[in-house]
């Protein structure tokens, strides 16, 4: 059986090409000690205080790489709204979304709610002096930070993404659902379904799809896995498109199959050796289902809204 992932050493670098300005934004965010003492001081909040999962630089990182490498399987089949509006190229575009990503969850720092708003507090003293150096025109260095300032605010589970860059941001946060990222708060003691069904996921694998331009397979080594896909990664996917209803009845949904025991603490544990062909199947079957939801009209183009898909 494959390890799994190790987020310490995803490598964000390891997908930036030489010689572009997304290369140099991350250079100066990730070599930023403002930056990375706010990371920092964001998981002290998330997992020292709350109990939550890793929300610092790690979280990051392995946002940021989903999302980059979402970005590129996508940017096959559709244009970027920077593209589409002309205001810039993929470069552009690929920036965007590296720094929404890498700085959605500094807001943390202040608490976790509201923490999307937050973040956007912080960034923008930090992100104004570099973008004014990396674009020489002003309007065009606005109209970038108006990008990334959507895609953070927009990154939080309930908030429609209402461009391509914002719904990638998203997606590659909601893949960051593997075990490593809860096992602290785990090992600390935190036992409920979040923590129990996250360290059921071995790895998210972000890869291009047969049918569907994106296929996202989720790993896990037990059935329990399954309420953390729903709970966490189907909720970011629903609003990475402009879905609508059926949202809060399919999350209500998994909590009333575990509050009726079956999903119980127990029972995920109990399923720890096995990985049968049959769940296999059925994971296989749930990706998808949730693969069609990034089924795109390629027309469409300059946006993730989609109005005509429906759950089942
Ligand atoms: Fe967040
Ligand atoms: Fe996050």
């Given at each position: 059986?494959?390890?799994?992932?190790?987020?310490?050493?995803?490598?964000?670098?390891?997908?930036?090409?030489?010689?572009?300005?997304?290369?140099?934004?991350?250079?100066?965010?990730?070599?930023?000690?403002?930056?990375?003492?706010?990371?920092?001081?964001?998981?002290?909040?998330?997992?020292?205080?709350?109990?939550?999962?890793?929300?610092?630089?790690?979280?990051?990182?392995?946002?940021?790489?989903?999302?980059?490498?979402?970005?590129?399987?996508?940017?096959?089949?559709?244009?970027?709204?920077?593209?589409?509006?002309?205001?810039?190229?993929?470069?552009?575009?690929?920036?965007?979304?590296?720094?929404?990503?890498?700085?959605?969850?500094?807001?943390?720092?202040?608490?976790?709610?509201?923490?999307?708003?937050?973040?956007?507090?912080?960034?923008?003293?930090?992100?104004?002096?570099?973008?004014?150096?990396?674009?020489?025109?002003?309007?065009?260095?606005?109209?970038?930070?108006?990008?990334?300032?959507?895609?953070?605010?927009?990154?939080?589970?309930?908030?429609?993404?209402?461009?391509?860059?914002?719904?990638?941001?998203?997606?590659?946060?909601?893949?960051?659902?593997?075990?490593?990222?809860?096992?602290?708060?785990?090992?600390?003691?935190?036992?409920?379904?979040?923590?129990?069904?996250?360290?059921?996921?071995?790895?998210?694998?972000?890869?291009?799809?047969?049918?569907?331009?994106?296929?996202?397979?989720?790993?896990?080594?037990?059935?329990?896995?399954?309420?953390?896909?729903?709970?966490?990664?189907?909720?970011?996917?629903?609003?990475?498109l402009k879905m609508k209803?059926?949202?809060?009845?399919?999350?209500?949904?998994?909590?009333?199959?575990?509050?009726?025991?079956?999903?119980?603490?127990?029972?995920?544990?109990?399923?720890?050796?096995?990985?049968?062909?049959?769940?296999?199947?059925?994971?296989?079957?749930?990706?998808?289902?949730?693969?069609?939801?990034?089924t795109l009209d390629?027309?469409v183009?300059?946006?993730?809204v989609k109005n005509d898909v429906k759950?089942?």
């Amino acid at each position: 059986m494959k390890e799994f992932l190790n987020r310490d050493e995803v490598k964000v670098r390891d997908l930036l090409r030489p010689n572009t300005k997304t290369l140099q934004m991350f250079q100066f965010l990730s070599g930023s000690p403002r930056v990375q003492s706010y990371l920092k001081a964001a998981n002290r909040m998330a997992v020292s205080r709350l109990g939550y999962t890793d929300h610092g630089h790690v979280h990051a990182e392995v946002a940021t790489w989903n999302a980059l490498r979402i970005f590129d399987i996508l940017d096959e089949t559709f244009q970027p709204n920077i593209v589409a509006e002309g205001i810039g190229d993929t470069d552009d575009a690929r920036l965007v979304v590296l720094a929404s990503t890498y700085l959605h969850d500094m807001g943390m720092v202040v608490h976790r709610n509201e923490h999307p708003q937050a973040s956007l507090a912080l960034a923008i003293p930090i992100l104004e002096p570099k973008l004014a150096e990396i674009y020489d025109d002003p309007a065009k260095a606005t109209d970038i930070m108006s990008f990334i300032l959507h895609g953070i605010y927009a990154h939080d589970d309930d908030t429609q993404c209402l461009t391509f860059e914002a719904g990638i941001t998203k997606l590659g946060d909601g893949c960051d659902l593997t075990k490593g990222r809860t096992i602290i708060p785990f090992q600390k003691g935190k036992v409920d379904i979040h923590s129990v069904s996250a360290m059921a996921i071995r790895d998210v694998i972000v890869d291009k799809g047969q049918e569907k331009p994106l296929r996202i397979t989720v790993a896990m080594d037990n059935p329990a896995g399954v309420f953390q896909v729903q709970a966490v990664l189907e909720k970011k996917i629903s609003t990475s498109l402009k879905m609508k209803e059926a949202e809060e009845a399919r999350y209500a949904a998994a909590e009333k199959r575990f509050a009726e025991g079956l999903i119980s603490t127990h029972d995920m544990i109990e399923y720890q050796e096995d990985l049968s062909e049959a769940q296999e199947n059925y994971i296989q079957s749930l990706i998808d289902y949730q693969d069609s939801l990034i089924t795109l009209d390629k027309k469409v183009g300059v946006t993730l809204v989609k109005n005509d898909v429906k759950f089942e």
